[in-house]
Each structure stands twice: as structure tokens, then as C-alpha cells.
């Protein structure tokens, strides 16, 4: 989770509090993958796409209430929802989950052919292994996505107050 907004400052519900979790079911499910029915992984994807875009439309929502003059104000409400959105569909859904699926398929790949462990044996420690990861790859991953977003969409947008997604 970030750090604590500053004293005084609004605390964000998506960013701030337990709610920034359901971003990371996607890839809870990803970790389970090999234990649980595709479906479950299907339903932890919806949580963290609900996630998503219930955050944009709170960043949009934000973005409308500051005061300003009429003729920005769509167009800073555009941006900040557009830039939430795509910054979380990539850095809580989409690369997160491909990440945590590929580490999990290569190490039960790899303990089915460097071990004799019975396959649920492999397919716990896999599980685990996946649930470690997701705490390595969550920060850079946020920093990728910011560098990306930085280096294109973003140079896109008017010269309004750039959002801030992380």
C-alpha cells in the first residue's frame, strides 16, 4: 500500500485503505490457479476489474468537484478518469496477473520435472510461490507502468495538471 496521505490531506479509499487490496485478487487467483476451478480466477479478474473502474469513476467524480472554470473542467475529468483507468487496467490487472501466471506455470513446469513430489505437493508449492511473488513484483511493476504512461498516453493530454495514478 502507499504511504499515508499527509496530515490534512483526503484520504483516498482505492489508495489508502483495505479497498486497494481488491486490486490484487486477479493475481490471488493467478497464484490458486492450479487448485481452484477456472471459474474462481474468472471471479477474482471481475473483482479487480470492478476495482478499476470503480476507481477511475472516484478520480473522475474528484476531478469534477475541483473548482475551476466550466470550460477545463470536462476535459480535466476525461483525462483524470482515462489515465486512472489504463494505469490500473496495466498495473493491477493486465501485467501483475500475466506475471504471477507465467511464475506459476514455469515452477510447475519445473518441480514436475526436476522433483518426483507428488502433483499436489507441486501444485501448493507453486501456489505459494505465486502468493510470494506478489509482493516483489507490485512496486516494480507500478514504476514501469508510470514510466510508459509518462513516455506516451500521457504526452497526449492537455496542459492540465497531470493525474496522479500511484
Same mark, same amino acid.
Given at each position: 500500500?502507499? +504511504?499515508?496521505?499527509?496530515?490534512?490531506? +483526503?484520504?483516498? *479509499?482505492?489508495?489508502?485503505?483495505?479497498?486497494?487490496?481488491?486490486?490484487?485478487?486477479?493475481? #490471488?487467483? +493467478?497464484?490458486?490457479?492450479?487448485? #481452484?476451478?477456472?471459474? #474462481?480466477?474468472? *471471479? =477474482?479478474?471481475?473483482?479487480?476489474?470492478?476495482?478499476?473502474?470503480?476507481?477511475?469513476?472516484?478520480?473522475?467524480?474528484?476531478?469534477?468537484?475541483?473548482? =475551476?472554470? +466550466?470550460?477545463?473542467?470536462? $476535459?480535466?475529468?476525461?483525462?483524470?478518469? #482515462?489515465? $486512472?483507468?489504463?494505469?490500473?487496467?496495466? @498495473?493491477?490487472?493486465?501485467?501483475?496477473?500475466?506475471?504471477?501466471?507465467?511464475?506459476?506455470?514455469?515452477?510447475?513446469?519445473?518441480?514436475?520435472?526436476? $522433483?518426483?513430489?507428488?502433483?499436489?505437493?507441486?501444485?501448493? $508449492?507453486?501456489?505459494?510461490?505465486?502468493?510470494? @511473488?506478489?509482493?516483489?513484483?507490485?512496486?516494480?511493476?507500478?514504476?514501469?507502468?508510470?514510466?510508459?504512461?509518462?513516455?506516451? *498516453?500521457?504526452?497526449?493530454?492537455?496542459?492540465?495538471?497531470?493525474?496522479?495514478?500511484?
Amino acid at each position: 500500500m502507499s +504511504e499515508p496521505p499527509p496530515r490534512g490531506a +483526503e484520504r483516498d *479509499l482505492f489508495r489508502d485503505t483495505w479497498v486497494r487490496y481488491l486490486g490484487y485478487a486477479n493475481e #490471488v487467483g +493467478e497464484a490458486f490457479r492450479s487448485l #481452484v476451478p477456472a471459474a #474462481v480466477v474468472w *471471479l =477474482s479478474y471481475g473483482v479487480s476489474s470492478s476495482y478499476v473502474l470503480a476507481d477511475a469513476i472516484d478520480k473522475g467524480k474528484k476531478a469534477r468537484d475541483v473548482p =475551476s472554470p +466550466e470550460a477545463g473542467r470536462s $476535459t480535466r475529468v476525461t483525462v483524470a478518469m #482515462v489515465d $486512472t483507468f489504463v494505469w490500473q487496467s496495466l @498495473a493491477s490487472v493486465a501485467i501483475p496477473g500475466f506475471t504471477i501466471n507465467r511464475v506459476c506455470a514455469a515452477s510447475l513446469y519445473i518441480l514436475g520435472t526436476a $522433483t518426483r513430489w507428488p502433483l499436489a505437493v507441486r501444485k501448493w $508449492t507453486t501456489t505459494a510461490l505465486g502468493l510470494l @511473488a506478489i509482493p516483489i513484483i507490485i512496486h516494480p511493476i507500478d514504476r514501469s507502468v508510470d514510466f510508459l504512461l509518462d513516455s506516451s *498516453l500521457r504526452k497526449l493530454y492537455p496542459s492540465v495538471e497531470k493525474p496522479s495514478s500511484s
